[in-house]
């Protein structure tokens, strides 16, 4: 069974405001990853960390910033949240050759 | 472009069986995977396909024809808990998963 776990699970926050999304693995997964889905759409790929001390931008232009300082934690951070932030945030970890991904219950995030 | 297409939604009824296509569009290609999406949930991995033909789990099967870039995903004797999304995903030349929109099906009595 995976063992990866997001915080908080639902945030209602106003616009300007800082936020982290913060993600962690307990299988010691090398690659981790941060997808946005808005309901009835597709995962979209917003940053990707294949080991630590190694981030890269997904395809999806994001105003959000990465850290990856341990192997089993992944925070997503927004300097200024918008109404436009709004959405499910879904992080997800594999490992090695492996690409099966084995996902977070997942952040629910409100700008208004 | 990359891109994956699937329907939209689709009804079946408990009991039946039901095809969910797929077909894809990705730079490169190496598998095609299947999830499972309950709403409000995450999604959760279903199968994964390298080489063509069928591969079996269960009641669930996925089918991979690389040279028509197309999958479906064949569920079996279907249950009310399968009502969910299902997703569709390309693992294209740099081991990105490039997925599709999902399909939900609603499944009644």
């Known amino acids: 069974e995976a063992d990866i776990y997001q915080t908080p699970r639902y945030l209602v926050i106003g616009t300007g405001k800082k936020i982290t999304l913060e993600c962690s693995q307990t299988?010691?997964?090398?690659?981790m990853y941060w997808y946005q889905q808005d309901p009835g759409m597709e995962l979209h790929l917003i940053h990707y960390?294949?080991?630590?001390?190694?981030?890269e931008k997904g395809d999806l232009s994001s105003e959000s910033t990465v850290s990856r300082i341990r192997t089993e934690h992944f925070p997503l951070t927004l300097e200024s949240a918008r109404p436009s932030h709004t959405s499910q945030y879904l992080c997800?970890?594999?490992?090695?050759?492996?690409?099966?991904?084995?996902f977070g219950p997942g952040t629910r995030l409100t700008v208004l | 472009g990359q891109n994956i297409d699937q329907p939209t939604e689709m009804t079946a009824t408990e009991g039946a069986i039901v095809q969910i296509n797929c077909t894809y569009q990705?730079?490169?290609?190496?598998?095609l995977f299947w999830y499972q999406q309950h709403a409000g949930e995450a999604p959760t991995f279903l199968s994964y396909?390298?080489l063509d033909g069928l591969e079996e789990k269960g009641r669930f099967s996925s089918f991979l024809s690389r040279s028509k870039g197309y999958s479906y995903l064949l569920l079996k004797e279907l249950q009310m808990k399968d009502s969910a999304s299902y997703l569709c995903?390309?693992?294209?030349?740099?081991?990105?998963?490039?997925w599709g929109a999902g399909t939900k099906l609603i499944i009644k009595p």
């Open positions: 997800a970890s594999s490992e090695g050759d492996r690409h099966e991904q084995f």
């Open positions: 299988m010691g997964h090398d690659k």
């Open positions: 960390s294949y080991g630590v001390n190694s981030t």
């Open positions: 990705t730079s490169g290609f190496n598998g």
């Open positions: 396909n390298v």
């Open positions: 995903a390309g693992l294209d030349s740099n081991y990105q998963l490039i």
